[in-house]
């Protein structure tokens, strides 16, 4: 009986294998496909947060927008009132913390585009070499004047605007500047008093992908130096070097809710509450640095097959448990107390993993948790120098290797950080 010919290229052709041996191939395959599905989930779940985290400022510009075209419209009679909604959503995009900034920086770039534009037409007729001297002299008075990206860019499009659309439109100087105003001031009349964001939920939004990251890298370091596990610890650093972004928008969102509790009367009761995440930005971009150093080292250390004694991952785990609790309590509103308690276990299992002996590696990362721990202390709104004193306090009289009683008259001292390559 003849046999179907198996017609697929050599590469395509799956050949059996011998008893005994493994498919490494399908083992490999499998494990990419996995992580892509675990990546396909993640980058879903980062878009909807997108789109919760901006929806907000989406409706604030569709209402800001509506509003200018109407007044201008409407109340000032502008046959074309197209300027006006421009600069409300522009005023609106600009970054959260700058609105009012924003609205100024229009004015005053239409202000100096129309005084060009305007001076320059008159003097040299339109045409396409005038558009091209215009907006070169925009650019460069701007630019002297030192004025900001904005307001030379405003100047510039202005300009043109006043160049192109002057021989059909007449005395478009006028509603172009007013329409700029309105707009400005419409965007900042809509965020202070008709729509007010609440400041407090805008930054919990903005700093649960910041914290959610921080704590989720120091568990995977954790269970990473648990097994032994070297490629686990490996993406464990690099996921935690890719935050940037996170951090952007946390420090974006705190300049945005002290604004927002600034001109908005409905929001002056919040400004007491947004002290703790104001002073938080920048401890918690040192826990992130000092993190990741905490793991880069414990990638060598897995290397160097130095030893891990057991106290060290659960150290790392206690700061990642920190993280998480920090979150928590400054979106319920609380005082971070479990936060700082947990910080203080993970610098005390620290502190036994030490005594039981580490290698070069470990005794950096022993320093990083404790400089961590520091830094997440100060987030939680302890002063640096308080907080200092109490991560020495929980590290203990474990400060040196032996785990013995320290000699009479020499102080324990505690392990720093060796210099890094």
């Known amino acids: 009986m003849a046999v179907a010919r198996d017609r697929r290229l050599p590469f395509l052709r799956r050949k059996r294998l011998r008893e005994g ?13 996995d992580e892509l599905r675990h990546r396909s989930r993640a980058t879903w779940h980062d878009r909807l947060h997108r789109v919760r985290t901006s929806a907000g400022l989406a409706v604030q510009a569709g209402l800001a927008a509506a509003l200018a075209y109407l007044v201008s419209h409407r109340l000032l009679k502008n ?63 701007s630019i002297f004047a030192g004025a900001s990206v904005a307001v030379v860019i405003q ?26 105003a309105v707009g400005g001031g ?55 070097r890719e935050n940037k972004e996170e951090l952007a928008a946390l420090s974006e969102a705190i300049e945005g809710a002290k604004e927002t509790a600034t001109i908005s009367p409905a929001r002056w009761h919040r400004r007491s509450e947004l002290t703790h995440y104001a002073e938080a930005a920048d401890p918690i971009d040192r826990a992130m640095r000092n993190s990741g150093t905490l793991i880069r080292r414990s ?9 891990i004694p057991g106290p060290m991952p659960d150290a790392i785990s206690h700061l990642a448990e920190s993280v998480h609790l920090l979150r928590q309590e400054f979106a319920a509103g609380e005082e971070p107390q479990k936060a700082r308690e947990r910080s203080l276990r993970a610098v005390s299992e620290a502190s036994r993993a030490y005594a039981e002996g580490v290698g070069f590696s470990g005794s950096v990362v022993i320093a990083q948790i404790r400089t961590a721990a520091s830094d997440l202390m100060v987030a ?11 991560i020495r ?19 324990p001292k505690p392990p720093t950080a060796p210099p890094v390559g």
């Open 393 to 411: 306090q929980a590290f203990g009289e474990r400060e040196q290797r032996t785990g013995g009683p320290p000699d009479q008259g020499e102080s």
């Open 380 to 390: 939680s709104g302890i002063d640096q120098e308080e907080a200092n004193r109490l």
């Open 21 to 33: 041996l493994v498919d490494v191939d399908e083992a490999r395959i499998a494990e990419a496909m």
């Open 299 to 307: 990638v060598t250390l897995i290397e160097d097959e130095e030893p």
């Open 186 to 240: 419409i965007a900042l009349l809509v965020t202070a008093v008709l729509l007010p964001l609440n400041p407090l939920r805008v930054i919990n939004r903005a700093a649960r992908p910041a914290l959610n990251l921080l704590s989720d890298q120091l568990q995977a370091c954790a269970e990473a130096l648990r097994n032994r596990d070297r490629h686990a610890a490996q993406q464990a650093l690099l996921r935690l």
């Open 155 to 180: 100047a510039a499009a202005t300009a043109v605007l006043i160049v192109t659309l002057s021989p059909s439109t007449k005395n478009l100087e006028v509603p172009r500047f007013i329409d700029a």
């Open 79 to 141: 046959p074309q009132p197209v300027f006006a909604p421009i600069s409300a959503v522009g005023t609106l995009a600009a970054s959260v913390g700058q609105r009012f900034r924003r609205t100024v920086e229009l004015i005053v770039g239409v202000a100096i585009g129309v005084l060009l534009g305007d001076g320059l037409v008159y003097v040299l007729g339109t045409g396409a070499w005038q558009l091209g001297l215009v907006v070169t002299a925009a650019i460069l008075l």
